[in-house]
């Protein structure tokens, strides 16, 4: 039987980006508003997140050629263009069968609670606080904004995509943190439960690398299994590697 899936799959979060930085400041503060002017997808990159971007693009270029990425498909938002973009330049795009954004990879929409903080929401949006309490994140949509099942619906297309025209490529996907949990969600075959344990366990760190590779003696007909999840190449800084974030590669799976 043809195979179905991908060689490889790579599923990366964007750098730090200003808007991260914002956010942390916020609710540090106790804040209700996170202070940022753009829109939400053109907030750029912050120092250190491009700084994340080129040590992942290193870490990519540091593999064989025929092990890098050909295809990458990214969110359009510039946080996630940006990182992509680092990684195609640093690689040889003459050897890349696509680089394309696709809007289906971008952030989860937030509607009326868009740069609210959490205690901002409860404050503003009382029942949408208790509502968002009761449901779970999972379910909760926000008015004008998505619940993650709908971001999966978006993502299931991306998937269907990716079947049917880069089948035994190896592909890079560059999105958010919502973006990668709920491919992990759809890829590992996961449920609301599981799913929010994997959330709750901590943020998807920045440049947060998480990789599949294709088994053809696993399941039926073979399929994609994990390798890692959330590892981060280490930055450089006077020579001296620091660790970005976590770095948490899970144990290879058969």
């Not at 949006?125 to 509502?131: D, G």
Request: include cysteine; glycine fraction near 6%; hydrophobic fraction near 40%.
């Amino acid at each position: 039987m043809e195979q179905k899936w991908p060689q490889q799959i790579w599923v990366v979060r964007h750098g730090q980006s200003a808007g991260n930085v914002a956010r942390e400041a916020a609710e540090a503060a106790s804040q209700f508003l996170i202070d940022i002017a753009e829109r939400d997808m053109d907030v750029p990159l912050s120092e250190l997140g491009s700084r994340q971007a080129e040590a992942l693009a290193d870490w990519f270029r540091a593999m064989a050629p025929e092990q890098r990425p050909n295809v990458v498909l990214f969110s359009p938002y510039a946080r996630a263009r940006d990182t992509a973009m680092t990684v195609v330049n640093a690689l040889d795009r003459e050897q890349m069968l696509t680089v394309v954004a696709d809007e289906r990879l971008r952030e989860k929409e937030f509607g009326i609670i868009d740069r609210l903080t959490p205690l901002g929401i409860a404050d503003k949006y009382p029942e949408l606080h208790e509502q968002r309490r009761h449901v779970g994140k999972f379910y909760f949509r926000p008015p004008g904004g998505e619940s993650w099942c709908d971001v999966i619906l978006r993502l299931r297309s991306v998937l269907d995509t990716i079947t049917r025209e880069y089948r035994g490529e190896r592909v890079l996907i560059v999105g958010h943190q919502v973006i990668v949990n709920c491919l992990r969600y759809l890829l590992e075959r996961m449920d609301e439960q599981k799913i929010l344990e994997t959330d709750r366990a901590g943020d998807v760190p920045n440049c947060g690398v998480t990789a599949y590779a294709f088994d053809p003696a696993a399941g039926k007909h073979g399929k994609l299994v994990l390798q890692m999840a959330n590892f981060v190449a280490p930055l450089t800084q006077t020579g001296v590697p620091v660790t970005a974030g976590k770095d948490q590669p899970a144990a290879p799976k058969s």
